[in-house]
T-cell receptor, first 111, second 118 residues
Framework: GEDVEQSLFLSVREGDSSVINCTYT??????LYWYKQEPGAGLQLLTY?????DMKQDQRLTVLLNKKDKHLSLRIADTQTGDSAIYFC???????????FGAGTRLTVKP | SAVISQKPSRDICQRGTSLTIQCQVD?????MFWYRQQPGQSLTLIATANQGSEATYESGFVIDKFPISRPNLTFSTLTVSNMSPEDSSIYLC???????????????FGSGTRLTVV
């Protein structure tokens, strides 16, 4: 497809794990990102992964990359109410090139 | 990584008027970008702000509607001209530079300007 695709909504209970999925478009994309947007705020870079990696873990965050299927996922362990936000997947073919964003997944964490 | 100050954070404007959004960075940066985020949608690149020359616009965006200035390496403005309700969006400034991760050259975003046109 032409677009970076994400499901629009995800709802989990506090303490559960959240998994947000993304399908990107360009198999040559060098960098893949996850951004978080809290209400009324700009985009905050959460984490990124290089295309030569399959997995990256950073505290409660785990990023998995399947290059064959052009699939990227973000797992948040022990999800908290403060994790409620919109999460954007983005790809970048190379440094200095334009980024392409998904539509964002709105994560709602219920107590 | 760079720290961006974007003003105003929000505004409500009358149809037919213009609004200028400012983006100030705390360090010199190579590239500055302006994005639009329409309600419930993803980010769309409007243009790349070039220091000392005309901005580079993406398909569907024109200079008459979105004039951009970039007088130096730390400052840029985006004007939304002759506004209509369809221009109601969040407008974000973004810069590239050394990111928060060692060896990474990435993007930083401002907090955005939430524009409502009535």
């Amino acid at each position: 497809g032409e677009d970076v695709e994400q499901s629009l909504f995800l709802s989990v209970r506090e303490g559960d794990s959240s998994v947000i999925n993304c399908t990107y478009t360009d198999s040559s994309s060098t960098y893949l990102y996850w951004y978080k947007q809290e209400p009324g705020a700009g985009l905050q870079l959460l984490t990124y992964i290089f295309s030569n990696m399959d997995m990256k873990q950073d505290q409660r965050l785990t990023v998995l990359l399947n290059k064959k299927d052009k699939h990227l996922s973000l797992r948040i362990a022990d999800t908290q109410t403060g994790d409620s936000a919109i999460y954007f997947c983005a790809e970048q073919p190379g440094e200095g090139n334009d980024m392409r964003f998904g539509a964002g997944t709105r994560l709602t964490v219920k107590p | 990584s760079a720290v961006i100050s974007q003003k105003p954070s929000r505004d409500i404007c009358q149809r037919g008027t213009s609004l200028t959004i400012q983006c100030q960075v705390d360090s010199q940066v190579t590239m500055m970008f302006w994005y639009r985020q329409q309600p419930g949608q993803s980010l769309t690149l409007i243009a790349t702000a070039n220091q000392g020359s005309e901005a580079t616009y993406e398909s569907g965006f024109v200079i008459d509607k979105f004039p951009i200035s970039r007088p130096n390496l730390t400052f840029s403005t985006l004007t939304v001209s002759n506004m209509s309700p369809e221009d109601s969006s969040i407008y974000l400034c973004s810069v590239t530079g050394t990111g928060p991760f060692p060896g990474h050259y990435g993007y930083t975003f401002g907090s955005g300007t939430r524009l409502t046109v009535v």
